[in-house]
């Protein structure tokens, strides 16, 4: 409750000093708080932004899932032979400090462009924290589950799905929690190429359209959105952690 | 013999020195004995269970069950460990029916068996909670009810006990007692804790360090429903206590 005051209290303090700044501004360079949620609320009534939000949510969520499942997936795979993980490491080790940003050329070159370079920008942003998180997950998965496995002669698959992933669930659930961030982040970089709609295309759009009210209600609604998405996947991973029977979240 | 552990050694190696977990080992166990291996740290008592039960490979010997040369864990045979290895993301019952799901028995007859299991070990009412909302001497419960679901011929008990209260202690040995009466599993159990062998055992392995090896193979010959406080009780405690050098006329140098 008193975080919740306090909170509110920083929201305040912003609108009112942002107000006050705007004042001294030409709107033209910099939108107060009053125009831009008018603004804002005029790009909900025309129904352009519930547009843009949903494309970018669905484009956000194909890049995110696939990267999820290929990142868990092969994680499990190279954190169960871990002497192939050796081979692959260093090259994932170069990939993984690139910005998805450096690979645009490449993307628009060989995907075109519209919905898939978003896609695939999300995707890049998102794989290698749920990659990595996994493969160390698996690599400490306590032995007893896997002698309990032996035990009851579980097969190496059935070791794999009813031990091996429940058991590193928990910390690949971080891993997912840290790419949904950086996955978000990307977003607006993803739809600033060639996109005909999307939030990252409206803030590019309104640009060309010198609407900085407009860009600023963008910037917002990828903040809002981003909060909501953070929020959502910290619930889901108290929820495992519960399941699981940890009372309070704990690394390996 | 059932079981038929020949010159069994077990070295391993640490820091290039090799060390001796087990050194020329022999031993034979009857079908539905309940025996104990009793010794203290290092004495290699786990390290021969885990050798019995497939775990661990063996250096030089054999290990045969029913007539064949042990190669790894089998099915037929299960391990309860200290610590429980139940699994967190699992309920109580389908904890129980781990092993069971591989056998392609339908929905109503898997939950049929572990019923009976779950309330062998009276946790019936407990069924649909998860172990970290247990306590230890329940989790260990379901433990022994996993191990019993898939109806195995001998129970390998790695000090199953040792993380419990002496009361929740004394009540789990009363309870595997009466499992162990009512099933006739051969069970091979690990403990560092005399009494607890005396109250157990049909047969005490007693077993000491560096190189592991066996000192002494005493049988218990109280009847069962044991009672902790009578003279032949004592007399087997004091006969072991012995054989480990810990009576006092034998402790004398450290007044020196």
Not at chain 2, 84 to 112: C, D, F
Not at chain 2, 195 to 207: G, K, P
């Amino acid at each position: 409750m008193k975080k919740t005051l306090s909170g509110a209290v920083g929201l305040i303090a912003l609108l009112t000093i942002w107000q006050l700044a705007a004042l001294k501004y030409n709107s033209v360079l910099f939108p107060g708080p009053y125009e831009v949620i008018k603004s804002w609320l005029d790009l909900f009534k025309d129904g352009s932004m519930t547009e843009h939000i949903k494309t970018s949510m669905l484009r956000f969520a194909i890049g995110y899932i696939v990267a999820a499942i290929s990142g868990i997936v092969l994680g499990m795979f190279f954190g169960w032979f871990k002497k192939l993980w050796n081979f692959f490491n260093p090259v994932i080790q170069v990939m993984r400090p690139i910005s998805p940003i450096a690979w645009i050329p490449f993307i628009v070159l060989w995907f075109g462009i519209g919905d898939i370079p978003a896609v695939v920008i999300i995707f890049l942003a998102s794989f290698y924290p749920v990659l990595l998180s996994t493969i160390a997950a698996v690599g400490r998965v306590d032995k007893i589950y896997l002698k309990v496995a032996q035990n009851f002669a579980l097969t190496r698959f059935e070791t794999l799905t009813k031990i091996v992933l429940p058991a590193s669930f928990p910390q690949i659930s971080t891993g997912l929690h840290q790419a949904i961030g950086t996955g978000w982040v990307f977003l607006v970089a993803g739809e600033m190429i060639g996109s005909q709609s999307g939030l990252g295309f409206l803030i590019i759009d309104s640009r060309n359209n010198l609407r900085p009210d407009w860009l600023l209600a963008a910037i917002l609604t990828i903040g809002i959105i981003g909060l909501l998405l953070d929020e959502l996947i910290k619930w889901i991973e108290k929820q495992i952690y519960i399941k699981w029977g940890a009372t309070e979240k704990h690394e390996g | 013999m059932y079981i038929e552990v020949k010159n069994v050694s077990k070295d391993f190696k640490q820091h290039g020195q090799i060390f001796k977990a087990l050194s020329d080992v022999s031993l034979d166990i009857s079908k539905g004995e309940f025996l104990c291996l009793l010794g203290p740290s290092g004495c290699g008592k786990t390290t021969l269970l885990n050798a019995i039960a497939g775990f661990d490979k063996i250096s030089s010997g054999s290990v045969k069950i029913d007539g064949q040369e042990v190669k790894g864990p089998s099915a037929r045979n299960t391990t309860l460990f200290q610590n429980y290895g139940l699994l967190p993301w699992r309920t109580v019952q389908s904890n129980v029916e781990l092993g069971l799901e591989s056998r392609k028995l339908a929905k109503i007859e898997m939950h049929e068996i572990s019923d009976k299991y779950i309330n062998l070990v009276g946790l019936d009412a407990f069924k649909k909670n998860y172990p970290h909302q247990l306590s230890g001497g329940m989790q260990q419960r379901v433990a022994i009810a996993r191990a019993l679901a898939v109806d195995p011929e001998i129970l390998f008990m790695d000090e199953p006990f040792g993380a419990l209260d002496v009361i929740t202690r004394a009540n789990m040995q009363d309870e595997i007692t009466r499992i162990w009466q009512e099933y006739k599993k051969t069970i091979i159990f690990v403990t560092h804790d005399i009494e607890e062998a005396v109250y157990l055992a049909d047969r005490i392995v007693i077993m000491a360090p560096n190189p592991g090896r066996i000192k002494a193979v005493i049988k218990v010959s109280l009847g069962r429903g044991r009672d902790r406080d009578v003279k032949e009780f004592f007399n087997i405690r004091d006969n072991i206590l012995d054989i480990f050098e810990m009576k006092n006329h034998d402790a004398i140098e450290y007044f020196l």
